[in-house]
């Protein structure tokens, strides 16, 4: 007799956030490697992207607690060194004479070693502590005013994030003065937060959503 898989584990809307949270984070570490330019604002290629790691990450604290988070937060890092290692590993092999791509190959993949460090640390240090933040401020004033939690925490959790992260990657991007260092962080901390508070309508339903689906799994685990 066959014995079949239990239904329960994908009725936990746990695994597919885990799952989209540390694809968010894996595809913007490659994106994020290009400097881009928007007339006078200077950032990275993965802008458009980023912050929506965030609203999972909210999303996730939200309803699941900040140690859930933290161990999202931890995979994704985890997966993160595997891919990057991988991308080495793949750009060491010696190339078949019919690959004629290997350099674009390379220059694609190989990610500089100031921008994974850069990345992985202000990703670890700003989505921890915007999961501290959600919780703490949960537990300090309750279930209430939502929105002045999600954005409190996105508040500090970008900034260390931003900060953390440009501190250490500017150079490597073409970040060469003062004045550019400036303006990369605060375009990078000003677009993420305002689009934690464009997606609050997005956000809002879907921490219902998952809760209420979550709960429904705890009810009827089978």
């Known amino acids: ?28 570490n490659i994106t994020a490697q290009k400097g881009v330019q928007l007339g006078p604002l200077i950032t990275d290629g993965a802008f458009f992207l980023f912050p929506i790691s965030y609203v999972i990450g909210d999303v996730i604290a939200e309803v699941y607690g900040f140690k859930a988070a933290r161990r999202a937060v931890f995979t994704g890092f985890g997966i993160a060194v595997v ?60 279930t209430g005013n939502l ?3 999600l954005i ?21 991007i073409g ?10 962080v605060a375009v990078g901390f000003v677009w993420k937060t305002v689009t934690e508070v464009i997606l609050l309508p997005i956000t809002y339903p879907t921490i219902a959503a998952v809760r209420r689906a979550e709960e429904r799994y705890v009810s009827d685990p089978a």
């Open 175 to 184: 970040i060469d003065s003062a004045r550019a260092f400036v303006n990369y």
């Open 152 to 172: 409190g925490s996105t508040v500090v959790g970008e900034l260390a994030d931003t900060l953390l992260f440009c501190s250490i990657a500017a150079g490597v």
């Open 83 to 142: 891919a990057v290692l991988s991308f080495y590993i793949a750009i060491w092999l010696p190339a078949a004479d019919f690959y004629d791509m290997d350099e674009t190959f390379a220059a694609v993949l190989g990610l500089l070693p100031r921008i994974v460090v850069a990345s992985l640390a202000g990703y670890v240090v700003g989505q921890l502590l915007n999961a501290w933040v959600l919780q703490k401020m949960k537990d300090r004033f309750g």
């Open 1 to 28: 007799m066959i014995n079949r898989v239990s239904p329960r584990v994908s009725r936990s809307p746990f695994p597919y956030l885990l799952a989209l949270f540390c694809a968010v984070f894996l595809v913007s």
């Open 147 to 149: 929105w002045a939690r």
